[in-house]
């Protein structure tokens, strides 16, 4: 079944420490994106990347970092200078990445990161 | 800059009733498309429909229909005899062709809640 898996689903992290949110998708798919979501709140944009190797801030990256090594891996890492990194984070892909923008998104299950 | 609005933040409504559900957009971009997408209980966004900007048609789909309209940059979502399993979030998000591409823009999300 082809699909965005995201692990974990929970994760929990101690103040001043960096923790990665893995990615992967199996539809071949050129972009792939990552948004943060917060109760009540709509999708914001943290990084999206249209091409292996290549790819841009969003809306909210600050304190986030990412790498697209390999076309169906896009990790985010949450780093220590993110102020206030508990969310629901989701990561998604589309088909092309030049055309982007009249494809639809396909989503991973988020993984709800808590910050203690 | 491209925007999107959903004003109603929550509705309830009882099993078999019709709700509709808003969506106003802002944009420069003269080639652009629309999107809604469903957020059930268990987190992972779904695609509903696309539409491009310069077709109007409405759509149906089931108990799903789709009213497009530029002369009011509204996109707006209605649910003919609701039924307990549409309750979700629903979001609508709007994707341009210009400096944008491959980024879409979500609005802040419709809680539908059906009641039995």
């Known amino acids: 079944d082809g699909g965005i898996t995201q692990s974990p689903k929970y994760l929990f992290r101690k103040e001043g420490q960096n923790v990665t949110l893995s990615c992967e998708q199996n539809l071949n798919h050129d972009a792939m994106y990552w948004y943060r979501q917060d109760p009540g709140q709509g999708l914001r944009l943290i990084y999206y990347?249209?091409?292996?190797?290549?790819?841009q801030k969003g809306d909210i990256a600050e304190g986030y970092s990412v790498s697209r090594e390999k076309k169906e891996s896009f990790p985010l890492t949450v780093t220590s200078a993110q102020k206030n990194p508990t969310a629901f984070y989701l990561c998604?892909?589309?088909?092309?990445?030049?055309?982007?923008?009249?494809?639809?998104?396909?989503f991973g299950p988020g993984t709800r990161l808590t910050v203690l | 800059a491209q925007k999107v609005t959903q004003a109603q933040t929550e509705i309830s409504v009882v099993e078999k009733e019709d709700v509709t559900l808003d969506c106003v957009y802002e944009?420069?971009?003269?080639?652009?498309?629309l999107f809604w997408y469903k957020q059930p209980p268990s987190g992972e966004l779904v695609f509903l429909i696309r539409r491009n900007s310069f077709d109007e048609q409405n759509e149906i789909s089931g108990r799903y229909s789709w009213n497009f309209q530029k002369s009011t940059s509204s996109f707006n979502f209605t649910i003919t005899a609701s039924q307990v399993v549409d309750s979700a979030v629903y979001f609508c998000a709007l994707s341009e062709l210009g400096t944008n591409a491959g980024k879409s823009t979500f609005g802040d999300g419709t809680t539908l809640t059906v009641k039995p």
């Open positions: 998604a892909s589309s088909i092309s990445g030049g055309g982007a923008y009249y494809n639809e998104q396909f």
């Open positions: 944009t420069r971009d003269t080639t652009y498309y």
């Open positions: 990347s249209q091409i292996v190797n290549d790819f």
